[in-house]
Protein backbone atom coordinates (compact mmCIF):
# COMPACT_ATOMS: atom_id res chain seq x y z
CA UNK A 1 0.00 0.00 0.00
CA UNK A 2 1.26 3.50 -1.00
CA UNK A 3 0.69 6.20 1.45
CA UNK A 4 -0.78 9.55 0.04
CA UNK A 5 0.94 12.43 -0.59
CA UNK A 6 -0.46 15.61 -0.05
CA UNK A 7 -0.14 18.27 -2.57
CA UNK A 8 1.75 21.54 -1.79
CA UNK A 9 -0.79 24.55 -2.35
CA UNK A 10 0.74 27.75 -3.10
CA UNK A 11 -1.72 30.64 -3.06
CA UNK A 12 -2.01 31.61 -7.06
CA UNK A 13 -1.27 35.63 -6.80
CA UNK A 14 1.62 36.42 -4.42
CA UNK A 15 2.17 40.45 -3.56
CA UNK A 16 5.48 41.19 -4.07
CA UNK A 17 7.59 42.64 -2.05
CA UNK A 18 7.85 46.48 -2.35
CA UNK A 19 4.88 46.58 -5.44
CA UNK A 20 3.54 49.95 -5.96
CA UNK A 21 0.12 50.53 -6.15
CA UNK A 22 -0.85 54.23 -8.23
CA UNK A 23 -1.91 56.98 -5.89
CA UNK A 24 -5.58 57.71 -5.89
CA UNK A 25 -6.91 61.23 -6.40
CA UNK A 26 -10.22 62.49 -5.45
CA UNK A 27 -12.08 64.12 -7.94
CA UNK A 28 -14.00 67.29 -6.33
CA UNK A 29 -16.88 69.10 -7.59
CA UNK A 30 -16.76 73.03 -6.92
CA UNK A 31 -19.74 74.86 -6.04
CA UNK A 32 -21.19 78.34 -8.63
CA UNK A 33 -24.17 79.93 -8.62
CA UNK A 34 -24.65 79.25 -12.18
CA UNK A 35 -26.23 75.35 -11.76
CA UNK A 36 -29.36 74.21 -10.27
CA UNK A 37 -29.86 71.62 -8.00
CA UNK A 38 -31.69 69.49 -11.17
CA UNK A 39 -28.47 70.29 -13.16
CA UNK A 40 -26.24 68.71 -10.12
CA UNK A 41 -28.31 65.40 -9.91
CA UNK A 42 -29.38 65.15 -13.31
CA UNK A 43 -25.56 65.07 -14.02
CA UNK A 44 -24.02 62.60 -10.83
CA UNK A 45 -27.12 60.46 -11.77
CA UNK A 46 -25.80 60.35 -16.06
CA UNK A 47 -22.24 60.73 -15.53
CA UNK A 48 -21.49 58.41 -11.92
CA UNK A 49 -24.65 56.35 -11.95
CA UNK A 50 -25.31 57.63 -8.96
CA UNK A 51 -28.84 56.70 -7.25
CA UNK A 52 -30.85 60.20 -6.90
CA UNK A 53 -30.91 60.38 -3.04
CA UNK A 54 -26.98 59.86 -3.09
CA UNK A 55 -26.55 62.64 -5.93
CA UNK A 56 -28.86 64.70 -3.93
CA UNK A 57 -26.65 64.41 -1.11
CA UNK A 58 -23.50 65.76 -2.96
CA UNK A 59 -25.55 68.49 -4.30
CA UNK A 60 -26.43 70.11 -0.74
CA UNK A 61 -23.30 69.45 -0.14
CA UNK A 62 -21.48 71.09 -2.52
CA UNK A 63 -23.86 73.90 -2.02
CA UNK A 64 -23.45 74.07 1.85
CA UNK A 65 -19.18 73.54 1.76
CA UNK A 66 -18.71 74.58 -1.70
CA UNK A 67 -17.21 71.46 -2.73
CA UNK A 68 -18.18 67.72 -2.67
CA UNK A 69 -15.98 64.49 -3.56
CA UNK A 70 -17.67 62.56 -6.47
CA UNK A 71 -14.97 59.42 -6.92
CA UNK A 72 -11.52 58.93 -5.59
CA UNK A 73 -9.73 56.83 -7.97
CA UNK A 74 -6.32 56.35 -9.70
CA UNK A 75 -5.34 59.57 -11.93
CA UNK A 76 -6.27 58.45 -15.57
CA UNK A 77 -9.82 57.46 -14.11
CA UNK A 78 -9.91 60.64 -12.16
CA UNK A 79 -8.83 62.90 -15.18
CA UNK A 80 -11.88 61.37 -17.24
CA UNK A 81 -13.96 62.06 -14.91
CA UNK A 82 -13.06 65.49 -14.17
CA UNK A 83 -13.13 65.78 -17.99
CA UNK A 84 -16.83 64.55 -18.19
CA UNK A 85 -18.10 66.85 -15.76
CA UNK A 86 -16.09 70.02 -17.46
CA UNK A 87 -17.58 68.50 -20.81
CA UNK A 88 -21.43 68.06 -19.33
CA UNK A 89 -22.42 71.81 -20.56
CA UNK A 90 -24.78 74.54 -19.25
CA UNK A 91 -27.79 74.59 -16.76
CA UNK A 92 -30.48 75.07 -19.43
CA UNK A 93 -32.63 76.28 -16.36
CA UNK A 94 -30.03 78.85 -15.35
CA UNK A 95 -30.22 81.74 -18.08
CA UNK A 96 -27.04 82.96 -16.38
CA UNK A 97 -25.25 79.59 -17.06
CA UNK A 98 -22.21 79.96 -19.16
CA UNK A 99 -21.02 76.35 -19.02
CA UNK A 100 -20.43 73.27 -17.62
CA UNK A 101 -19.50 73.20 -13.58
CA UNK A 102 -15.80 72.81 -12.45
CA UNK A 103 -13.87 70.22 -10.97
CA UNK A 104 -10.55 69.48 -9.27
CA UNK A 105 -8.22 66.80 -8.68
CA UNK A 106 -6.49 66.60 -5.61
CA UNK A 107 -4.27 63.80 -4.18
CA UNK A 108 -6.17 60.98 -1.64
CA UNK A 109 -4.16 61.72 0.94
CA UNK A 110 -4.42 65.60 0.89
CA UNK A 111 -8.02 67.15 2.24
CA UNK A 112 -7.31 70.74 1.18
CA UNK A 113 -7.95 72.09 -2.18
CA UNK A 114 -4.51 72.35 -3.85
Known sequence: MQSAVAPVVTPSVFQEEGEQHSPLFHVVLLDDDEHTYDYVIEMLQKLFLFPRDVAFRHAVEVDTTGRTVVITCERPQAEFARDQIH????????????????????????????
Open 87 to 114: AYGKDPRMPKSKGSMSAVLIPAGNTALG
